[in-house]
């Protein structure tokens, strides 16, 4: 099935668009009953929430927020809460159906949800941010929970963000709830390996796509796009197995070195001056034409729609692996087949960090932690196998990697909802 071009930019880059778009061609292949694409294709639940919180300097601000549950039949909903001035509905949509194929994918027992408040967290003092996040979480405390529903962090929130949230509805139940959210600190019933995992699941698979072509890691040129929590713990986790990485793209510039640039110093020198740019172990760069260099990998690991009709064609990378969510819009996606470019997808590259929140949740309930061994070496078991079940069904059915990985994961939510049956 060819995907028909957009009708104009804002279609190409309208993340909910694209999720059903992707849904619909998967689908179409495996041959879905119509009744059963309409309930996978639509979310289980839509809130959106206005939320009065009073700002340092007295004014009173109304706040929307949004919670997404796409779908619990594999268990409950699972997914971030962002913090942004662009937030929409149609992206927190997406991103919560991104969440439901992305736990079928690597076989852990959640569903997906979502969720989001309009705000610019960069003009709000840490008091504002606390009094909206736990305005925020009363409005949506009804839906959430640790058997209905588990917020994480995502754009703009942490780890404090979720210690808030975790308070705020202990509180209000009356005990202390610690799996109502993951992501939370060490102290408060978090995980040993969390803040890494999203980046070490994107090396341990291109680790894999790198063994499929018979890459040494020493002779991969990597690009990273986005140097933000997924962005910098792939760069230093991967400098450290051995990958040379060249470049490093941020909203503000990149930083280019051929021989390699050496992650910590750059992280320090971002730490002092609050950009890359600047860095003496490198060179400025354009950063819109650093994603156009030659390279073995590219990862693109910042936000949705950075690879679109416009520059995939001049994509020169062998393996793109998608540590972002939604970080290429579907017409892209047919260019870089036809450039036969290999594409761990989103679903299956980022997936580490919910991966890991599940072993998060599963030692809070039994109140038992792991330590970061155990948490790494659970985590890589799963990622090369789901790996392996993606590229072996990408074969079994002579599709494109993004494709299999949906037929994945909607053939195994489809088979529990037929054997869970419909609720009438």
């Avoid at 070490?200 to 040129?221: W, Y």
Wanted: hydrophobic residues 40%; aromatic residues 6%; proline residues 4%.
């Amino acid at each position: 099935m060819i995907l028909q071009a957009p009708q104009s930019v804002d279609n190409e880059i309208n993340p909910w668009l694209a999720a059903a778009a992707r849904f619909d061609e998967a689908a179409e292949r495996l041959g879905l009953d119509e009744g059963l694409r309409k309930v996978l294709r639509t979310p289980a639940l839509e809130l959106t929430v206005n939320i009065p919180v009073q700002l340092d300097d007295g004014r009173l601000e109304v706040f929307t927020g949004y919670r997404v549950q796409h779908s619990v039949v594999r268990g409950p909903s699972k997914g971030g809460i962002r913090f942004a001035p662009d937030v929409t509905l149609d992206e927190v949509k997406a991103l919560a159906a991104w969440m439901t194929w992305k736990c079928a994918v690597v076989n852990i027992p959640f569903g997906g949800g979502k969720g989001g408040v309009i705000c610019d967290p960069n003009v709000l003092s840490d008091g504002e941010l606390e009094r909206i996040t736990r305005r925020y979480t009363s409005e949506i405390i009804d839906i959430i929970g640790p058997e209905r529903d588990v917020p994480a962090p995502d754009v703009n929130t942490n780890p404090q963000t979720m210690a808030w949230i975790m308070d705020t509805y202990s509180m209000h139940k009356r005990q202390n709830m610690t799996a109502v959210v993951t992501g939370k600190p060490l102290a408060l019933g978090g995980s040993r390996g969390r803040t890494e995992a999203t980046g070490r699941g994107c090396m341990v698979v291109t680790l894999q796509a790198l063994r499929r072509f018979q890459i040494e890691p020493s002779s991969a040129r990597v690009i990273i796009q986005g140097f933000g929590n997924v962005g910098s713990n792939a760069a230093r986790l991967m400098a450290r197995s051995g990958f040379k990485i060249i470049c490093i793209i941020e909203y503000d510039g990149a930083v280019y070195n051929p021989d390699g640039l050496d992650i910590d110093a750059l992280l320090a020198h971002r730490k002092e001056t609050g950009s890359i740019v600047g860095f003496s172990g490198g060179e400025d760069v354009d950063k819109d034409e650093a994603m156009l260099m030659d390279c073995e990998v590219l990862v693109p690991a910042a936000h949705e729609n950075v690879i679109t009709s416009a520059n995939a064609p001049r994509i020169k990378a062998r393996i793109i692996c998608e540590g972002a969510n939604g970080p290429t819009t579907t017409e892209a996606d047919a260019i870089l087949a036809e450039k036969n470019i290999f594409v761990i997808p989103d679903i299956l590259a980022n997936a580490g960090g919910v991966t890991v929140s599940y072993f998060e949740w599963v030692q809070d309930r039994q109140g038992f932690f792991w330590n970061e061994q155990l948490v790494n070496g659970r985590l890589d078991e799963i990622m090369v196998n789901s790996f392996n079940d993606v590229v072996e069904y990408a074969e079994k059915h002579n599709t494109r990697n993004r494709l299999a990985a949906y037929m994945l994961a909607i053939d195994r939510v489809a088979f529990a909802l037929k054997t869970r049956g419909i609720y009438a």
